[in-house]
């Protein structure tokens, strides 16, 4: 069985509850060659199943033995790895990074309530951080619009380079605007890369479950349906059904939101004239410039499914902030 990444921390508040034991693995610190990001996390049943990941897989089978041991001795541990150890070579991080690696045993040191709410926050969406102080141990969830709770009560969060955050943004959000080709080989794609996905197309004929499964589908028109559920700041809208009909008022609702990216398919010359009818329309060339088109990076992608990578690399790209 496969989890995601979001569903990590209720798969180990399962083991738990179940009597298995668990401990959750974090990336808490990086230097150099580090192959997961700070954040990063791995899970541990107390009978040695795993999920989920630290680094890329060099030095998982060292983290989940020290694990075991600390679902067994009830303690926290952090641990550091890296070139300039003895061992490094021997747990396997040769890249020449350094990871430093939060160690926590369910239940004994991090409490089953205080996980339990925090997997009922992400699986509400909810923006909310994880703060732990290292040395003193002392742990508390601060949740999105609570800001002035990480300034006031420090009492034990107030030695700089031991506390630790870990925050949990709402989950990415893909709005796909016509049900073509390319939106059947972008869909699973999209979902491994953690996107939750909705399928935007008045035909149904096009959109419907033969085609796309158990994803979300909407058959309103495009503008009708981003102005219901408007995208946010973690939402991704893709226009693929080249017909300006419907393209477009998606288009202006688009460019109204939030939304972390915007692209529509189509040539440079079809483009041209889609930045005409904005300007028509009324939007600055700040807000027209937010629309990439061609969509994709140019990896001469030729295929469906070439254009969904292509795509989806153009994504991930604007999200890392990667000019």
Not at 206 to 213: D, K, L, T, V
Request: hydrophobic share 40%.
């Amino acid at each position: 069985m496969q989890f995601k990444f979001e569903n990590l921390l209720e798969v180990a508040l399962q083991w738990h509850e179940k009597g298995i034991g668990a401990a959750v693995a974090t990336v808490i610190e990086t230097w150099g060659s580090a192959p997961r990001r700070v954040g990063s996390q791995l899970i541990v049943s107390g009978d040695g199943r795993m999920e989920g990941s630290v680094s890329g897989g060099c030095v998982e089978g060292a983290v989940v033995l020290e694990a075991l041991d600390s679902i067994k001795d009830g303690k926290t541990k952090v641990l550091e790895y890296g070139i300039s150890d003895d061992d490094a070579f021997a747990v396997g991080l040769a890249c020449g990074g350094k990871i430093r690696v939060l160690v926590e045993p369910v239940g004994k040191q991090l409490p089953q309530e205080l996980l339990k709410e925090l997997v009922d926050a992400i699986a509400k969406d909810q923006s909310i951080i994880y703060e732990i102080n290292i040395k003193t141990l002392k742990r508390r969830l601060v949740y999105n619009g609570y800001e002035d709770r990480l300034r006031k009560d420090r009492s034990g969060f107030k030695d700089d380079g031991i506390t630790f955050l870990n925050v949990y943004s709402p989950k990415l959000k893909m709005d796909i605007v016509g049900a073509v080709h390319i939106a059947q080989a972008l869909v699973p794609i999209a979902q491994v890369a953690g996107f939750s996905l909705r399928i935007i197309d008045p035909r149904e004929s096009f959109a419907n479950r033969e085609r796309f499964g158990s994803i979300k589908i909407s058959n309103d028109l495009p503008d009708v349906a981003l102005t219901e559920t408007k995208p946010n700041y973690r939402t991704a809208v893709i226009l693929l059904t080249h017909d300006p009909k419907l393209d477009d008022p998606a288009l202006h609702i688009a460019l109204q939101s939030e939304a972390f990216y915007i692209g529509a398919l189509g040539s440079k010359k079809t483009h041209k004239q889609r930045k005409d009818r904005l300007r028509i329309a009324g939007f600055t060339e700040t807000a027209i410039d937010r629309v990439c088109g061609p969509i994709g990076l140019d990896i001469g992608a030729s295929s469906p499914e070439e254009i969904s990578v292509s795509i989806l690399a153009e994504v991930i790209a604007t999200l890392r902030l990667v000019k």
